[in-house]
């Protein structure tokens, strides 16, 4: 397979061979990460490489994912401000970029420049990988095991090794729901379910019964606190008249369950504070300059 097709059918490996990655091989992958684009090439980012087997299966016991243990390597693409300030103290340069909102912005995408770079370097180099969006709901024991400074979050990892098997590329949407020409296009209600339950997700079901019909109660409980009660009345009606839980139910109703994801938030901003990103608190008392 020539390299854009490799890249074409990129995916996600969760299942790796014992076979070792060269210490050749993983420094060149993570040169070309190094390589990666950040804004005004700044590089706020720090990786860390974990390769140590006793450090693998604390990673997997608590980010929870057993495929961790078995990959040769985790990435911890971490989002590093400290260094930068630590540079600008000692240059005696003022430094804001942890109290704006903005710069925070700009250097999780840098982050995430940084590793797609890695990951398609690995699909070139037919290293499977995938990422975990794990470290976001376990940040303090990541700080510990990482030694994680003030002003660094861990943002995602990666899981690096030789591919099991081989399998088919992950059904993405069709091509005429993302990408519009020229202006964003709105797409009517016929062309959303067809590009969302017909073709991405196969019309997938789960017919209610005695066994899970608690499921049908959970998005009727859901929907009430995060929508209201009408929109929760609709939700139980139209699911008892299909008999089934669609795929949007299944997959933002259920899975991504909004009530976790929006209870987080709290927990995550506390987290940010405490390592020092006070762009919620502190940064509005700032007065604009004159001096130009
Ligand atoms: C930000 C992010 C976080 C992810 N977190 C996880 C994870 O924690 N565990 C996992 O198995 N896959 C994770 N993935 C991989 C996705 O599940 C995967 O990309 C998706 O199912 C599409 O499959 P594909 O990558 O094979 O195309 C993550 C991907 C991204 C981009």
Redesign the pocket.
Known sequence: MDALDKLKN???C?SFLEKPISDEDLDEILDIGLAAASGGNTQPITIIKVRNKETKKTLRQI?G?N?IETADTILFFILDFYKQRKWCQLSKSPYGRHRSFLEFIISLEDVMCTAQSIESACTLKDIGC?????PNLRYEELKEILSLPELTIPV?AMCLGYPKNSGK??K?LNKNAVIFEEKYKILSDEEIIKYYDNEKYNNIKININDKNFNLAEKLFEISKQVESDSFANEVKNYIKEKGYINAAQKLFGLHYNPIEMIGMNEWIWNFFKSQGFDFLDNSFHINRLDVK
């Open positions: 990129r995916k996600s969760r980010l994912q495929f995938v990422y975990l969006g794990t995602l590329p992950n993405k």
